[in-house]
C-alpha cells in the first residue's frame, strides 16, 4: 500500500515563484520513475516533469528553465522547485510514484493547488 501527500501549492502572483513537495509511505520501487502532473478543469491531465532513479531528467517544453524536479537521498520524497510562474501555471498538481519489480502499479496523490494571479 502506498499513499502520497502533496503540499506547497497556494496562490501567488505572476513572477512568483512555490515549491511542492510529495512524500511517499509504503513500499515504493526506488528505481522508477517519480514525477509531477497537473490538470486543469476540462483538460486532460499533462506531464510537467519526470526524474529517473539516475537521476535523469524530463521536463515539459512549458516549463522548461523555469520549474526544475528533485528528489531526497532515501528517494521517498520528489520536489517541484517553480520559478517565474505565470497564469498558465494554474492547475492542480499531483506526484506519480510506483511499486513493483516492472514498475507495474502507480500510485497518485491527492493533488495540490496552484494558482497564479496575473
Known amino acids: 500500500q502506498v499513499q502520497q501527500v502533496e503540499s506547497g501549492g497556494g496562490s501567488v502572483q505572476a513572477g512568483g515563484s512555490l515549491k511542492l513537495s510529495c512524500v511517499a509511505s509504503?513500499?515504493?520501487?526506488?528505481?522508477?520513475?517519480m514525477g509531477w502532473f497537473r490538470q486543469v478543469p476540462g483538460k486532460v491531465r499533462e506531464l510537467v516533469s519526470i526524474?529517473?532513479?539516475?537521476?535523469?531528467?524530463t521536463y515539459a517544453d512549458s516549463v522548461k528553465g523555469r520549474f526544475t524536479i528533485s528528489q531526497d537521498d532515501g528517494k521517498n520524497t520528489v520536489f517541484l522547485q517553480m520559478n517565474s510562474l505565470n497564469a498558465e501555471d494554474t492547475a492542480v498538481y499531483s506526484c506519480?510514484?510506483?511499486?513493483?519489480?516492472?514498475?507495474?502499479?502507480?500510485?497518485w496523490g491527492q493533488g495540490t493547488q496552484v494558482t497564479v494571479s496575473s
Open positions: 526524474i529517473s532513479h539516475d537521476g535523469t531528467t
Open positions: 509504503g513500499y515504493i520501487n526506488r528505481n522508477c520513475e
Open positions: 506519480r510514484m510506483s511499486s513493483g519489480n516492472f514498475c507495474q502499479a502507480i500510485y
